[in-house]
Structures are given as structure tokens and as C-alpha cells.
């Protein structure tokens, strides 16, 4: 994890001096003067690096609040205790966490553990009786997915997948742009997400936490890039799989993938997932009328890019502040991002990384 969030934190620079916006910065939070509405009440489950990250975002969010914790390592909840001023009734472990169900100060759990432990986790807090929030991947495969939506349905939950692009403002804009027609028809998307890898003994690289390698970590942003880009789902895809080192990427543990996506419109995408490789968090489109490019593209911020009108000056927020302002937005009025974080959208990728997964392994065009 160190190269990652170095290669993360390289990307966080200040963003005073920027340009002042052309689009509204938040389009969920409202002014924290003026809001008198509803909180969301939010537990975080797995007080790991991202947990840790999206805790410190949400002391900025208007509208969401973090309130209880789930962690397997006491120390770390008294220390998250003291700092957020969490009551110790909040504070659940791994195992006595379906007690939640008789906690009103708790409306969601935010999931943010490996991949591998989010459908069970998911199934067990909606059977609380809890909004679930999960991190990306939702599951480690589309039967996964289905099985956390269907969960969430039965229980009367709402299930939501920790997509923080689709509230960031300079992405939200170039989407809005794509809807308006300014790039015409959209022919070709590029995207690129890497980084190399470091520790061989972490939960990325065991098949049974991450659900496989580079692509259910960070060739899911290109995935879910290329179709909020080229605004299509993908009916066809193809993939080759490069491995140079098979002691750290074991099997089912992939380290490059490159594939391809077809659309019903004729657009097609062409992408890199790889855990070997740095400087790669790119997205490029074109269409018959214009084109955009991004880099950084999916980072922790500032986003930077431009398109055929000119760069894309909309100021840098903090994604997971916008992203709990967002979702709160979601559970309490129904206002819905540009485009979806439901379980459905989630499902959608898990469906594309299962059959490139496929494709991958036997050489064939999958269709979807
Ligand atoms: P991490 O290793 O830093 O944290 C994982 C947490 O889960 C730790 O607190 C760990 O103690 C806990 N945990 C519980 N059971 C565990 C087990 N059996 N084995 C290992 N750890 C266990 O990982 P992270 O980087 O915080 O990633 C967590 C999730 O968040 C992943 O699903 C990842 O894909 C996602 N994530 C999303 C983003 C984003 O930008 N949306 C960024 C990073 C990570």
C-alpha cells in the first residue's frame, strides 16, 4: 500500500490559486449555515487506511455525520473514539455488530474492508435494518452483487457503492457535457489505472479478501470510466493478461490486464489494468464533435483536465465529503447523482470484470 498512497497523495496538492468555477461545487451539501435538515448517521466498518481517509472527510460534510465504529482492533477504536467523540454504544466489533439493529443513533454502515468480507457484511447489516454503504468492488463477483441488492430489497435498505467520481465536480461536468451533445457522437475511450504494488503479504494479493488483483482495485475506475464517459453499457468484451511475476500475482491474482469494450452505437473502449506499473490514471475520449482528457482521472485530487472548449476549472473538493454529502442527499430526499451509485450500477461492473476475467482466461470475445 505505501507506492499507492504515495502515488495517491502525490495527486492531493492544494488546489488554492485554481481558476474560480464554472459549475457548482457540491451539488448535494447544502450551506452549512442554512441546513436544518436531516443527518445521516453513518458506522464505519474497517478503520483501515480508507476508512481512515473517509472518516477525516466527513468532518466536513454537512449533511452526513460519522457516529459508531466496527472494527476488529480495540485500539484502534479508542483512538477513533477520542478523536470523532464517539459514545462507546456506538462502537461494535466483527462479531456482535448485528446488534445495530436496536441502535437509532445508527442509519448506515459504511462497509470498507476487503473485497471478500463486503457481500456477508452487507447481508448482516441489512438484516439490521441499515442503509448499507459499500466500498468498490461491491463483492468479488456479479452473484455477489446481486445477492447484496437482493438483500438490501428484501430488507427495505438502501445499497450504495462507494463511486466518489460520480459526485467529483470536474467529472460530473464533463459527463453533463456529454449529455448535451458537445462532444457529438462518443466514438473511443482510453483509460488507464495502475500502480505497482508494494507488500506481497497484504489482502490485495489473496484471491479469497480481494476477489483477484489490479482489476477489482483499480481497472474497475476505467471500467466504470469508459461507460459514464461513453454514457453506453458494453455489449462485447476482449482481454490478454500479462504476468511478470507469478510468485507475487498467484494465481487469480492478476497483475496486467488490458481490454476492450464495444458499445451498441459502434463506440469501443480500449484499457489498462495493472498493479505494475506507476503514473497511469488517465482517461481520454473522443467523439465526432470533441473530446476530453483527464489526468489524473480518478485519483484522490486534484482532477486536471480539458477538453476541445478549454481545461476543466471547476475547484477541487474533497471526493468522500462530497461523495457522504451526496448519499445523504440519496436516502433522505431521493436526489440522485448524474449518474447512479445504487447496487444495480455496482452489479453492472462486477458484471464486465467477470467476463473479462473470461475472456482473459480462454482467449474469446465474451459477450454481455
Ligand atoms: P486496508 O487494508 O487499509 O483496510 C482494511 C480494513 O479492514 C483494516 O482496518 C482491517 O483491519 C480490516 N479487516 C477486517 N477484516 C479483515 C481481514 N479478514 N483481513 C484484512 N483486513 C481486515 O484497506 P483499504 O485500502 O482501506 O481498502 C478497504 C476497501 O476500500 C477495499 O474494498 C478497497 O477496494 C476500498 N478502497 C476504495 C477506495 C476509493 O477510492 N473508493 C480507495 C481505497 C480503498
Redesign the pocket.
Known amino acids: ?1 505505501g507506492s ?1 498512497r504515495k502515488f ?1 497523495e502525490k495527486l492531493s496538492i492544494t488546489t488554492l490559486g485554481l481558476p474560480l468555477l464554472t459549475s457548482p461545487v457540491n451539488l448535494f451539501s447544502a450551506s452549512c449555515d442554512s441546513y436544518e435538515g436531516p443527518i445521516l448517521k453513518v458506522a464505519i ?9 473517509v472518516a477525516e472527510a466527513m468532518v466536513s460534510c454537512t449533511r452526513a455525520k460519522l457516529v459508531g465504529l466496527i ?3 480495540p485500539a ?1 477504536v479508542e483512538k477513533w473514539k477520542a478523536k470523532y467523540a464517539i459514545p462507546e454504544k456506538n462502537c461494535y466489533n ?1 462479531g456482535n455488530f448485528d446488534a445495530i439493529k436496536d441502535n437509532p443513533d445508527i442509519d448506515a454502515v459504511y ?8 457481500k456477508d457484511q452487507c447481508l448482516r447489516v441489512a438484516k439490521a435494518g441499515k442503509h448499507v454503504i ?4 461491491m463483492g468479488i463477483n456479479a452473484l455477489e452483487g446481486q445477492a447484496m441488492v437482493d438483500a438490501c430489497k428484501a430488507a427495505n435498505v438502501k445499497l450504495l457503492i ?3 467520481m460520480h459526485f467529483e465536480p470536474k467529472t460530473v461536468s464533463v459527463i453533463q457535457m456529454r449529455i448535451d451533445g458537445e462532444f457529438g457522437q462518443p466514438k473511443f475511450f482510453q483509460g488507464q489505472s495502475g500502480f505497482t504494488i508494494g507488500d506481497p503479504t ?3 494479493l ?1 484471491k479469497e ?2 476477489g483477484g488483483g489490479a482489476m ?2 483499480i481497472g ?1 475506475y476505467s471500467i466504470n470510466g469508459a461507460r459514464y464517459m461513453l454514457g453506453e453499457e458494453p455489449i462485447w468484451v476482449t482481454a490478454q493478461e500479462t504476468k511478470t511475476d507469478p510468485e507475487k500475482f498467484k494465481e487469480g491474482i492478476d497483475e496486467t490486464i488490458q481490454f476492450q469494450m464495444g458499445f451498441p452505437s459502434g463506440a469501443v473502449a480500449s484499457c489498462l489494468s495493472t498493479y505494475a506499473m506507476n503514473n497511469l490514471d488517465r482517461f481520454f475520449m473522443t467523439g465526432t464533435d470533441g473530446f476530453v482528457e483527464m489526468q489524473p482521472s ?1 485519483g ?1 485530487g486534484p482532477i486536471e483536465g480539458r477538453t476541445h472548449k478549454g481545461p476543466l476549472t471547476q475547484a477541487h473538493v474533497t ?2 465529503t462530497l461523495q457522504m454529502d451526496g448519499m445523504a442527499a440519496l436516502i433522505f430526499d431521493g436526489k440522485q447523482p448524474i449518474v447512479p451509485v445504487d447496487g444495480e450500477e455496482g452489479v453492472k461492473d462486477m458484471k464486465i470484470i467477470d467476463a473479462i476475467f473470461l475472456a482473459a482466461k480462454t482467449g474469446v470475445k465474451v459477450e454481455l
Open positions: 500500500m499507492r495517491i466498518m474497517g478503520l483501515g487506511s480508507y476508512g481512515t481517509r472494527s476488529g482492533t484502534k466483527y462497509i470498507i474492508t476487503p473485497n471478500g468480507l463486503h459499500s466500498e468498490k468492488p462507494g463511486y466518489r497484504q489482502w490485495r489473496k479478501l480481494s477489482m482495485d474497475i480518478t484522490y471526493h468522500q
